[in-house]
C-alpha cells in the first residue's frame, strides 16, 4: 500500500518550453503532498507543500509563479515549471502521506528528470 | 527553519563492517526522524523512523538513536553488505503538515 505515482519520469524540451508533471496518490487520499528538487550529488530540497483545495505554500527563495503548483483532487497534484530555462533542469520529486499529522512516513514517486535544452 | 547537518558526507567500509551516520538538528519542535535511503536515480526509500518519545529503534542489521537534549540521532549499520551501497539521508520533521527537512546525505561504499 502506500503508493505514489509521478509522470512523466522524463522530460527533454527546449527553452522556454512549460512542462507539467503529474503526482499521484494510488490506494490513499492525500490533503497534503510536497514538491522537491534534487540536483546532482546533493539532498533533496523542499520546494513547496501541495494543499488540497487551498494555494500551495513556498519555501523561500522558490519562485511562486515559475513552479506553480495544483493540487485539484485528494489524489493529484501537479507542478508546472513555467517558461522552463536550463538552470531549471534537476530532478523534480514529489511525496506524500496517508492521514493526517507530521509524524507519518513519506512516501516518494519515483521522480521526474527534466532537462531543458 | 529547520537545519539538519549530516556527517560524514562519504563513508567507506569493508563488507561485514559497521557504518555509523550522525545528524544534528536545530529545532526542539521536530518530533519525527526518519531515515531514507537513495540509489542512484531512484526515489528515496524509508528504512527506519524513531520518534521523539523512543530513545532507540532497532530493525535487524539497522538501528536508530535519538537523543533529545542534544538535538543528535544517528543511523548504525551493521554486517555491512555491497547492496548497503547508497545515499543515505536523515531527515528531521513532525511540525507543521508533515514537513520534512533533509540532511546533506551520506554516500556509502561497501567495499565486498
Known amino acids: 500500500g502506500a503508493v505514489v505515482s509521478q509522470h512523466p519520469s522524463w522530460v527533454i524540451c527546449k527553452s522556454g518550453t512549460s512542462v507539467k508533471i503529474e503526482c499521484r496518490s494510488l490506494?490513499?487520499?492525500?490533503?497534503?503532498m510536497f514538491w522537491y528538487r534534487q540536483f546532482p550529488k546533493q539532498s533533496l530540497m523542499l520546494m513547496a507543500t501541495s494543499n488540497e483545495g487551498s494555494k500551495a505554500t513556498y519555501e523561500q527563495g522558490v519562485e511562486k509563479d515559475k513552479f506553480l503548483i495544483n493540487h485539484a483532487s485528494l489524489t493529484l497534484s501537479t507542478l508546472t515549471v513555467t517558461s522552463a530555462h536550463p538552470e531549471d533542469s534537476s530532478f523534480y520529486i514529489c511525496s506524500a502521506t496517508p492521514g493526517t499529522g507530521g509524524n507519518q512516513p513519506q512516501h516518494f514517486g519515483d521522480g521526474t528528470r527534466l532537462s531543458i535544452l | 527553519g529547520e537545519n539538519v547537518e549530516q556527517h560524514p558526507s562519504t563513508l567507506s567500509v569493508q563488507e561485514g563492517d559497521s557504518a555509523v551516520i550522525k545528524c544534528t538538528y536545530s529545532?526542539?519542535?521536530?518530533?519525527?526522524f526518519p531515515w531514507y535511503k537513495q540509489e542512484l536515480g531512484k526515489r528515496p526509500q524509508l528504512i527506519i523512523d524513531?520518534?521523539?518519545?523512543?530513545g532507540e529503534k532497532k530493525d535487524q542489521r539497522i538501528a536508530v538513536t535519538l537523543n533529545k537534549t542534544a538535538k543528535h540521532f544517528s543511523l548504525h549499520i551493521t554486517e555491512t553488505q555491497p547492496e548497503d551501497s547508497a545515499v543515505y539521508f536523515c531527515v528531521a520533521g513532525g511540525t507543521s503538515y508533515g514537513k520534512l527537512t533533509f540532511g546533506q546525505g551520506t554516500i556509502l561504499t561497501v567495499h565486498p
Open positions: 524513531i520518534r521523539s518519545n523512543v
Open positions: 529545532d526542539s519542535a521536530s518530533n519525527y
Open positions: 490506494d490513499f487520499q492525500a490533503t497534503t
